[in-house]
């Protein structure tokens, strides 16, 4: 089966508190891709990162970071120094090594960050 | 280039009513999507598209739905007889991949329905 899970509903925080938001996936693809997306309060869906399986690199990116590790089939994401406009919902995804850019969403995870 | 573009954003109207959904994808890409979200089952994902031809049609929730591309640059969702259970958030969404996996979701702003 092919799942994503994000245990965590909702987190809240102050400004300028390093947040990490987890990420779960299941699959028995040994190829497939992960994403996460934003979703502000205005609604719409923003890309922030792919990772392909085979591509264990952490990543950084400004505050922003994504630690991958296959081994515990995790892809976590952290907000360093987080600000009020980081407030949203934020969705991991899977997109299963199909080649069609399918995804599988997780629940979200809404971050609230009080000034 | 412009984003995803979807008509009407809001859509209020009464059960058992004809609801037409519009989609037009980003051009030049080569599949497009159709997700619903609600807040009891998050987002999910109803049908794509490969270079104009249904692929994946399974997320479709019953008969009621139904999903057309007659060409590359447009596509429209219909949910005829529309019902109270069908009121959510609905997104378009297309990539280009081509010949590899090489692109992520660009989202449109979404169609939010209500059904009364």
């Known amino acids: 089966a092919q799942k994503v899970t994000q245990a965590q509903t909702e987190i809240s925080v102050v400004e300028k508190e390093d947040v990490t938001l987890d990420c779960v996936y299941e699959t028995r693809d040994t190829t497939y891709y992960l994403f996460w997306y934003k979703q502000p309060p205005s609604g719409e869906l923003v890309f922030l990162i792919r990772r392909n399986s085979f591509d264990e690199q952490n990543e950084i990116s400004g505050r922003y970071s994504w630690n991958f590790q296959k081994s515990t089939s995790s892809f976590n994401f952290t907000i360093t120094a987080s600000q009020v406009v980081d407030s949203a919902v934020y969705f991991c995804?899977?997109?299963?090594?199909?080649?069609?850019?399918?995804?599988?969403f997780g629940q979200g995870t809404t971050l609230q960050v009080k000034p | 280039d412009a984003g995803v573009i979807q008509s009407p954003r809001h859509e209020v109207t009464e059960m058992g009513q004809e609801v037409t959904l519009r989609c037009k994808p980003i051009?030049?890409?080569?599949?497009l999507f159709w997700y619903r979200q609600t807040m009891m089952r998050g987002l999910e994902l109803l049908i794509y598209f490969n270079n104009n031809v249904p692929i994946d049609d399974s997320g479709m929730p019953e008969d009621r739905f139904s999903a057309k591309m007659p060409n590359a640059s447009f596509s429209t969702l219909k949910i005829q007889p529309s019902e109270p259970r069908d009121s959510a958030v609905y997104f378009c969404?297309?990539?280009?991949?081509?010949?590899?996996?090489?692109?992520?979701?660009?989202f449109g702003e979404g169609s939010r329905l209500t059904v009364l």
């Open positions: 995804a899977l997109a299963p090594g199909s080649n069609t850019g399918k995804l599988i």
């Open positions: 051009s030049g890409h080569d599949y």
């Open positions: 969404a297309s990539s280009l991949i081509g010949g590899g996996f090489a692109g992520e979701l660009f």
